[in-house]
């Protein structure tokens, strides 16, 4: 199976070299163009790929084209590729955020498979969150074709479309939260008089620990926490002071208004 990448930034890079890292598929079975030259030309370089020089040349060499491009410049490239798409007939996957499927075929003006997904960057490393879906054209075979792609590259969820946006934002922008989370876990160690980089590592640690323990526990969160938190110990009083700043509330206005601005993005 040939895959073809129109952009391969931040999302598409991570997705190729997670799929080249997993073993999956291999470089030379993935055609990619991209604007950035110096993205495409490392990308040549370093994981072996195949550089295209156009929309079309990639859509014919391409029994699966991966749209990787921003959501702002995604009815554009539509608008250059749907003649191609036409003739070749490959199955199209979308990673845009907020740009439904049934907006996709409004774009397209014609009927043909496409898959939306939704990954997480930790493709990189074997470790995304994909949320799949299809639109009414697409059969149970092209989104196991996408499935099986995706799989190698973490755990994927099949979901309804509608869910999409909430989706995205506990799986898709939570990378950031949880990263912003480790910085202060790190700066209040700095702040108690440890080296920024050491505790930087410890938090990572504990954090990627947390993360595998619960995911292997059939525990509610709760029941968690209360293993750790010894009465009148350290664990709690820190918990209590979450709480008192309303952490809960931060992170659930957080995955909200991630969510609205999913849905807005979708209604432009």
């Known amino acids: 199976m040939k895959l073809g990448f129109i952009g391969a930034g931040n999302m598409g890079g991570a997705i190729i070299?997670?799929?080249i890292k997993s073993g999956s598929i291999a470089a030379k079975d993935i055609n990619v163009t991209e604007k950035n030259k110096e993205i495409l030309n490392t990308l040549e370089k370093e994981q072996g790929i195949v550089p295209c020089s156009g929309y079309e040349e990639l859509i014919d060499k391409s029994d699966v084209v991966f749209?990787?491009?921003?959501?702002?410049?995604?009815?554009?490239v539509i608008a250059d590729i749907k003649g191609y798409i036409k003739e070749k007939k490959p199955l199209l996957i979308s990673m845009a955020a907020g740009i439904s499927t049934e907006s996709i075929d409004s774009m397209l003006?014609?009927?043909t498979p496409v898959v939306r997904i939704m990954p997480?960057?930790?493709?990189?490393?074997l470790m995304s969150a994909t949320a799949l879906c299809k639109n009414n054209v697409a059969g149970d075979r092209d989104i196991d074709t996408a499935e099986n792609i995706l799989s190698a590259i973490g755990m994927t969820a099949r979901i309804d479309e509608n869910l999409f946006a909430v989706f995205?934002?506990?799986?898709?922008?939570?990378?950031?939260?949880?990263?912003?989370?480790?910085?202060?876990?790190?700066?209040?160690?700095?702040?108690m008089g440890m080296n920024k980089k050491q505790a930087l590592e410890i938090a990572a640690a504990a954090v990627s620990g947390s993360a595998a323990m619960f995911s292997r526990s059939d525990a509610h969160p709760w029941e968690l926490i209360d293993k750790v938190c010894s009465p009148g110990g350290t664990t709690i009083e820190g918990v209590c002071t979450l709480e008192e700043y309303k952490f809960q509330s931060a992170i659930v206005k957080a995955v909200e208004n991630s969510v609205l601005k999913d849905r807005a993005l979708n209604k432009k």
């Open 109 to 111: 003006g014609f009927e």
């Open 120 to 125: 997480n960057i930790n493709a990189e490393i």
């Open 168 to 191: 995205s934002a506990i799986a898709g922008c939570s990378p950031a939260y949880v990263y912003l989370f480790i910085d202060s876990l790190a700066k209040g160690a700095q702040k």
């Open 67 to 76: 749209m990787a491009v921003k959501p702002v410049v995604f009815p554009s």
């Open 17 to 19: 070299k997670g799929l």
